[in-house]
């Protein structure tokens, strides 16, 4: 698993500098406007790019050769993705802070609630992702991924459009504590490795 | 214990089969395999490493069902070398080498270095600026660096100009030079696995035409050049493949089958999987 994480951060920080800088620019934006793209973005395409990659220069047909269990390769990419996650917490709360500290942008209110969310979403996206990927490939799952994400969006648009229904959502949301959202999502994160998995292994027997 | 077992190893995708094939490899030896392009060769390969599943049959490397949880642990007595580098183009020969320093128990750093120094490979230069000849040798510096007993290389020296391929099968022949090192290695450039293999086995259109020790194959089979009316008193079980020419016949024979009186020439390696090949063509 180490050799596996040292890959991809060697990857990241030589193939996927200029997302990197994305997610640089949007988490230094002062006000809390671009933060939430700084999370789905580093959460969808940070390890899909990764993914990508593998196929591409094929190591993954190598790794499947190398002393890596299924279950690694896997969860490998899982634990780059959290990664990624906790840089770009790490990075937008210390940067947000300093604006605030010196008076650049204050604060909003519901910073680290808002942050909560955008962290266990992020987590959602990232599982839903890497599971839809490692089942069918880069190039199938990335346009599963956008009739998964449009199936959503219009789930989403006829729930908002049913103010009641939003509403109550809401409502029961706002009962929990903001900090179990990114624990629940992150439970779910988990609990999506063995169904990675499982497709991985679908696709490599076929 | 064997180095490579498999028995009735199926596999089929649409359009191409993998028929029952079925060899051992004893540990201590080389193993050509040949086979023309699309014969199976890399799926044979993959499915030895259990890289992909079967749809019949056994495999079992270096004592351990490839598709026991304990292979993992096993593949790490086993080298690979794929018909690529297929290592992350960004990096470089140094990075590389502590990545494999945390994928194999006994990767040896010093002998990794002292590889790419004899194979004269940079190590701060990126993967993706390597020549396919550089690229080659440094899949072939990583697998060696880690006390590999098996070697399992797919058309390592294709695409390569003849000098890297004959640096390449100086690497193998010192490779296996301890007892218990065995070599897999599968190749459409016959000269190179005669130079090097104690065993050879040919794949055509996903069968296992042939198995057997190559100096009992070169041996065994020889080639004669008749005119079409003596070629027809060669008893027929006798013959294993024929080239009929303006000037007669070729046939690759059984030495034991034919009449000592008829002049048979010694044939190459590579004359024996051309005539298999014909064989089924005659």
């Known amino acids: 698993m180490k050799a596996l994480l040292r890959k991809d951060i060697y990857v990241v920080f030589t193939q996927l500098r200029g997302l990197l800088l994305v997610m640089l620019i949007f988490s230094v934006i002062p006000g809390g406007t671009f933060i939430p793209f700084t999370f789905l973005y580093t959460a969808v395409l940070s390890t899909a790019s990764l993914i990508a990659l593998d196929e591409q220069s094929r190591w993954d047909d190598l790794a499947l050769m190398l002393p890596y269990s299924r279950r690694q390769l896997v ?59 490692f089942r069918f490939g880069y190039v ?24 009641k229904t939003l509403s109550m959502a809401a409502t029961a949301l706002s009962r929990l504590h903001p900090a179990t959202y990114p624990l629940l999502a992150a439970a779910l994160s988990v609990a999506t490795i063995p169904i990675s998995e499982h497709g991985y292994k679908v696709r490599c027997e076929k | 214990m064997n180095a490579i077992e498999v028995r009735d ?23 050509g395999l040949v086979g023309e392009n699309g014969a199976g060769k890399s799926t044979l390969i993959r499915l030895i490493m259990g890289a992909t599943g079967r749809d019949g049959g056994e495999a079992s490397v270096l004592g351990t069902d490839v598709r026991s949880p304990e292979f993992t642990k096993t593949k790490d007595d086993i080298g690979v070398v794929l018909d690529e580098a297929h290592f992350p183009p960004s990096l470089n020969a140094l990075k590389l080498g502590r990545i494999f320093a945390d994928t194999y128990t006994r ?50 020296t294709g695409g390569l100009d003849p000098m890297v391929r004959d640096e390449i099968l100086d690497i193998l022949e010192d490779f296996t030079r301890r007892e218990d ?37 070169l041996e065994e089979y020889a080639l004669i050049k008749l005119t079409e009316r003596d070629f027809e008193d060669i008893p027929k079980e006798a013959v294993r493949g024929v080239r009929r020419g303006k000037y007669g016949v070729e046939a690759l024979v059984e030495r034991g089958l034919v009449d000592r009186a008829i002049q048979a020439e010694h044939t190459s390696l590579e004359d024996i999987i051309v005539f298999f090949a014909r064989g089924d063509r005659e």
């Not at chain 1, 840089?87 to 940067?95: D, E, G, R």
């Not at chain 1, 650049?104 to 959602?124: H, P, Q, R, T």
């Open chain 1, 75 to 133: 969860a490998s990419k899982y634990v780059t993705g959290w990664l990624g996650i906790v840089a770009a917490l790490v990075m937008t709360v210390a940067i947000q802070c300093i604006w605030a500290a010196t008076g650049v942008a204050a604060l909003e209110e519901g910073f680290f609630a808002a942050i909560c969310l955008y962290i266990a979403i992020a987590l959602v996206l990232q599982a839903v992702s890497v599971t839809v990927i």
């Open chain 1, 140 to 163: 199938w799952g990335r346009m599963m991924i956008v009739i998964a994400v449009a199936a959503i969006g219009g789930v989403v648009g006829a729930v908002a459009a049913n103010g």
């Open chain 2, 9 to 31: 190893l199926k596999k089929c995708y649409p359009g191409f089969e993998l028929k029952n094939v079925s060899f051992t490899l004893p540990e201590g030896a080389i193993l």
């Open chain 2, 107 to 156: 990767w040896d750093g010093e002998t990794y270095a002292s590889l790419l120094e004899k194979l004269e490979l940079p190590g701060k230069k990126k993967i993706k600026d390597f020549s396919r000849g550089m690229r080659m040798k440094l899949a072939l510096a990583a697998a060696l660096s880690h006390d590999a007993r098996l070697l399992v290389l797919d058309e390592p």
């Open chain 2, 181 to 217: 090192r065995s070599v897999l290695i599968s190749s459409h450039i016959v000269s190179d696995l005669e130079k090097l293999c104690d065993y050879i086995a040919f794949l055509h259109k996903g069968e296992l035409l042939l198995f057997d020790e190559k100096d009992r194959l």
